[in-house]
């Protein structure tokens, strides 16, 4: 057990939608990461908070949105669901910008 | 453009077989590499941070080298439990590019 936990496990929702995904990072940790994981492309990088503050944007599309809050769990926002978005989303957090990222579990979105 | 590329993708092998998995990375300032190990639907797991070359790290039956261009996971003598896919990263700033990963299966 890494100590980073998401919400929802699953998610199965319709092609238009939109859905949050939220992330508690470990104790003590100021920094979020979110990335998604699909079959064909591995694991992609998609944003990162520090301390409630955007630090860096990897490969986000822009109908997808994120943010830390003062108690610094996370909350990724993707609307207008393509089928394409179905993949497992993780969050990631450290103590450091720089430091180890430890992975939360997941959660699997499938768009129908 | 920053890169890192695992190889082989997908290796076998028979328990108590030694063997070693690759990842090769160009990146412009590299601060970090790391080794993670993923099991199948389940967030990567950590295992080893390289900060500079010649850096080595060993935790149970695997091993972790660095030099400028590469690194290798050693597995010493595997077990059907390190069956997973291993994934390297390298930091580029604040980013984390991550390979496509070794799928490794020990089977008895």
């Known amino acids: 057990d890494s100590g980073v936990t998401q919400t929802p496990k699953h998610l199965i929702t319709a092609t238009g939608q939109r859905v949050t995904l939220r992330c508690s990072p470990r104790?003590?940790?100021?920094?979020v990461y979110w990335y998604q994981q699909s079959l064909d492309q591995g694991l992609q990088f998609l944003i990162q908070y520090y301390n409630g503050e955007e630090r860096a944007k990897g490969n986000i599309l822009e109908r997808f949105s994120a943010q830390q809050f003062p108690d610094l769990h996370s909350e990724l926002n993707l609307s207008s669901l393509e089928l394409g978005d179905s993949a497992l989303y993780f969050c990631?957090?450290?103590?450091?910008?720089?430091?180890?990222?430890?992975f939360g579990p997941g959660t699997r979105l499938t768009v129908l | 453009e920053d890169q890192v590329t695992q190889s082989p993708e997908a290796l076998r092998l028979q328990e108590g077989e030694s063997s070693s998995l690759n990842c090769s990375y160009t990146?412009?300032?590299?601060?970090?590499l790391f080794w993670y190990r993923q099991d199948p639907g389940k967030g990567p797991e950590f295992l080893f941070t390289?900060?500079?070359a010649g850096e080595e790290k060993e935790k149970e039956r695997l091993k972790a080298t660095l030099t400028k261009k590469e690194s290798f996971l050693h597995i010493t003598a595997p077990k059907p439990e390190d069956s997973a896919t291993y994934l390297c990263?390298?930091?580029?700033?604040?980013?984390?590019?991550f390979g496509t990963g070794t799928r490794l299966q020990v089977f008895p």
């Open positions: 990631a957090s450290s103590d450091s910008p720089r430091g180890e990222q430890f």
């Open positions: 990146v412009s300032g590299l601060r970090g």
């Open positions: 990263a390298v930091l580029n700033t604040d980013k984390l590019i």
């Open positions: 390289l900060y500079s």
């Open positions: 104790s003590g940790d100021l920094s």
